[in-house]
Structures are given as C-alpha cells and as structure tokens.
C-alpha cells in the first residue's frame, strides 16, 4: 500500500532564516505531488504541485519554492523566512493513473516563524 | 478565480441525528468531488469522492452531487460525537489540481 512521510511534524524558525520541508511517498510510481499550506482557521492553498521529476508549477507568487529531485521526494523551500509564513504546511498525493483521483495527505508540519 | 464555498458553522447537530454539510463550487467543468474529515490539528482525512450526479452511499456516509447547481453535499448518519470535526469539500479543477473549500466545522453534541 502506499504511504506518504512529511516531516518535521513541527518547527519553529525564526524570521529570516532559511526553510526545507521534506515529504516522500512509497508505494507509488510517478505520483502527483503536492504542498498546501493552510494558516489558522482558513482553508487549504495550493502553492505548489509537481508531475514528474523536475516539474514544478507554481500556484502562489511568494518566497517559496518547491523540487522534486527524485520520483516521490517533493521538497518545499524558502530562502528568507516572513512571519506571514506561519501555517501548517501539508504534502499530498495521488496517482497518476488517471482512474485514481483522489489525493491523499501526509501528516503535516506545523511551521511557527518568530 | 476558481473556487468552493462552505459555511463555516459551526454546526450543531444531537448524537443520532443526520448531519447535512453542503458546498457548492464556481468551475463548472470540475468533474470530481472530494469531501474530507480533518481533527483539529491533524491532517485531512478522505472520506467520500464522487463523480457522477446522485448519490453515492458508504456507510454512514452519503455524497450527493448535482451538477446542474453545482452544487455537492455530504450527509452523516446516526452522527457520533467522534464525527465531530472539520469536513473539508474538494473539487478537481482540470487534470491536476485540487480546490478546497474552507470547511465546515461540525459539533456533535452528546
């Protein structure tokens, strides 16, 4: 069966201070692979989604940035840190397979920037 | 701007009773519907998918979508008090993308 591993499960960095969130998933080839962040009491927002192996689209113009250097690693990153980056940051995927459409979530990463 | 609307609630509803949670969604060229369970501070769950008008029953669970109004549901069954939570409405916007709605809260008073 496939699983989906996102981690930290929590983080506090401060401002300005660079970000790597990590997020793999087994069971799987080829995945669609994507990074949601949802920030207090709102909903999920699409930042980035990837469909193969250095694709990335991006969804939100901000200072993040997402890489998928290997099948099922997606990579979310930043630079500089803003406390407007604050969020639970959430790693999802589906298969490719065009009859399997749902997409399915890790366990997210509870970011806090100070 | 795509998008998928929810009340927020909260909505309060007696153990046992039927729970009714609704959405409706701008994109008339989505084609599937996702209704997801999220605990607070926790991840979404998936529950229920659907794809084609009607009904769509599993379990306690059913989905119903009318693509005419745009418009999908979610009703719950004999409601616990662990259904309480925030049920999250998905559609797929094109080939890849998914939109949430921003949830509504649902409290199951015991």
């Known amino acids: 069966s496939q699983t989906i591993h996102q981690w930290p499960a929590t983080l506090v960095q401060p401002v300005g201070s660079p970000l790597s969130l990590e997020c793999t998933v087994e069971?799987?080839?080829?995945?669609?692979l994507y990074w949601y962040r949802q920030a207090a009491g709102r909903g999920l927002q699409l930042l980035f989604y990837?469909?193969?192996?250095?694709?990335i689209s991006s969804e939100v113009p901000q200072n993040l940035s997402a890489s998928r250097p290997q099948d099922r690693q997606f990579i979310l990153s930043s630079k500089k840190l803003l406390l407007s980056d604050s969020g639970f940051y959430l790693c999802?995927?589906?298969?490719?397979?065009?009859?399997?459409?749902?997409?399915?979530f890790g366990q997210g990463t509870r970011l806090t920037v100070v | 701007q795509k998008e998928v609307e929810q009340n927020s609630g909260p909505l309060s509803v007696p153990e046992g009773a039927i729970a009714s949670l609704n959405c409706t969604y701008s994109?008339?060229?989505?084609?599937?519907f996702f209704w997801y369970r999220q605990y607070s501070g926790k991840s979404p769950e998936l529950i229920m998918f659907?794809?084609?008008?009607g009904d769509k029953e599993d379990g306690r669970f059913t989905a119903q979508l009318n693509k005419a109004s745009q418009y999908v549901s979610l009703l719950i069954r004999d409601s616990q008090p662990s259904d309480s939570a925030t049920y999250l409405c998905?559609?797929?916007?094109?080939?890849?993308?998914?939109?949430f709605g921003t949830g509504t809260r649902l409290k199951v008073l015991a």
């Open positions: 999802a995927w589906r298969g490719s397979d065009r009859v399997l459409t749902e997409a399915f």
């Open positions: 069971g799987t080839s080829n995945p669609n």
């Open positions: 990837s469909v193969g192996i250095g694709q």
């Open positions: 994109d008339r060229g989505s084609q599937s």
């Open positions: 659907i794809y084609s008008n």
């Open positions: 998905a559609a797929r916007s094109g080939t890849y993308k998914y939109i």
